[in-house]
Each structure stands twice: as C-alpha cells, then as structure tokens.
T-cell receptor, first 112, second 113 residues
Framework: SQTIHQWPATLVQPVGSPLSLECTVE??????LYWYRQAAGRGLQLLFY??????ISSEVPQNLSASRPQDRQFILSSKKLLLSDSGFYLC???????????FGPGTRLTVT | RKEVEQDPGPFNVPEGATVAFNCTYS??????FFWYRQDCRKEPKLLMS???SGNEDGRFTAQLNRASQYISLLIRDSKLSDSATYLC??????????????FGKGTLLTVNP
C-alpha cells in the first residue's frame, strides 16, 4: 500500500531564516506530487505540483520554491521566511490512473 | 463566483441526526468531484468520490447535479466521530496529466451527545 511521509511535524523558525520541508512517497511509482498550504481559518492553497523528476510548476508566485530530485521525493524550500509563510504545509500524491489525491500528515510551520 | 463554494457552518447537530452539506462549483468543465474530511489540525482524508448517478457508502450519500453545478453530502444517523470539517473538492482539468483539485473552505460539523 502507498504511504506518504512528511517531516518535520512542527517547526518554529524566525523571520529571514531558510526552510526545507521534505515529502516522500512509498509504494507507488511516478506519482504526481503536490505542495499545499493551509493558513489559519483558510482553505487549501496549491503551491506547487510536479509530474516527474525535475519538473515543477508553480501556482502562486512567492518566496517559496520546490524541487523533485527523485521520483518519490518532493522538497519545499525558502531562502528567507516571512511571517506570512506561517501555516500548515501539506504534501499530496496522485496516482496516474485516478484523480484522488492523498495527503501526508503535514508540517505546521510558525514563523516568529 | 468562487470556484468552489460551501456554507462554512458551523453545523451543530445531536447524535443520530441527519445533516446535509451543499456545495456549488463554477467550472462547468469539471469532471471529478470528491468529499474530504479534515479533523482538527490533521490532514484532509478522502471520504468519498461523487459520481453522476449518486453514490452511497454506509451512512454517507453523495449526489451530483451537473446542470446546476451542485454537489451534496448527506450524513445519516450522525455519530460523535463524524465531527470534522467537510471539504468539497472539484477537479479542474488543465491538460495532460496535470490534474489539479480545487478545495472549498469546508463546512464545520459538530455532533453533540
């Protein structure tokens, strides 16, 4: 069965510090991968998606970036965090033959 | 019109009640529809897909009205464990295999003893 991992679970970072969140998927090959952010009291916002290694599409221009160095690894990064980057970051995967997306446990980021 | 619109609630119902959530979507080209549930401070989890003919999974019934661009979720015999936020989700085809989902902001349900 498929499993999606995210770490860390929680993170408190000062403004201006860098960020690296990692997501890995097990039990599937060549998945579509997605990064979402959910700010407090708001809906899920799609940040990035990837259809393959090295292929990244950005939904919303901001100070975040994403990379996919391996088939089942997706990384979200920032060089300098802003207060507005606080939120719940969720990684999701989709199998090629279906449209449903399945989420990892998320990383709760607080920028202070 | 928002891409996916839901009544935010909150809905407070007693155990055993029947509750219905509604959702409208703006993109008539949308092809796939889902309901997810999200517990407090947890990730969204797929509850059920919504098919054109309507579908049922135990106490949960989902219906789709393409003409009105409307989706519904009915929960019968509510349990305390049904307390969660219910997200209406619509697929927006963007060509190729890059299918993306648009999430509603969710409807908060609290089932009371």
């Amino acid at each position: 069965s498929q499993t999606i991992h995210q770490w860390p679970a929680t993170l408190v970072q000062p403004v201006g510090s860098p960020l690296s969140l990692e997501c890995t998927v097990e039990g599937t090959s060549n998945p579509n991968l997605y990064w979402y952010r959910q700010a407090a009291g708001r809906g899920l916002q799609l940040l990035f998606y990837s259809v393959g290694i090295g292929q990244i599409s950005s939904e919303v221009p901001q100070n975040l970036s994403a990379s996919r160095p391996q088939d089942r690894q997706f990384i979200l990064s920032s060089k300098k965090l802003l207060l507005s980057d606080s939120g719940f970051y969720l990684c999701a995967w989709r199998a090629r033959i279906t449209y449903e997306q399945y989420f990892g446990p998320g990383t709760r980021l607080t920028v202070t | 019109r928002k891409e996916v619109e839901q009544d935010p609630g909150p809905f407070n119902v007693p155990e055993g009640a029947t509750v219905a959530f509604n959702c409208t979507y703006s993109n008539s080209a949308s092809q796939s529809f889902f309901w997810y549930r999200q517990d407090c401070r947890k990730e969204p989890k797929l509850l059920m897909s919504v098919y054109s003919s309507g579908n049922e999974d135990g106490r949960f019934t989902a219906q789709l009205n393409r003409a009105s661009q409307y989706i519904s979720l009915l929960i019968r015999d509510s349990k305390l464990s049904d307390s969660a936020t219910y997200l209406c989700v619509v697929n927006r085809a963007s060509g190729g295999s890059n299918y993306k989902l648009t999430f509603g902001k969710g409807t908060l349900l609290t089932v009371n003893p």
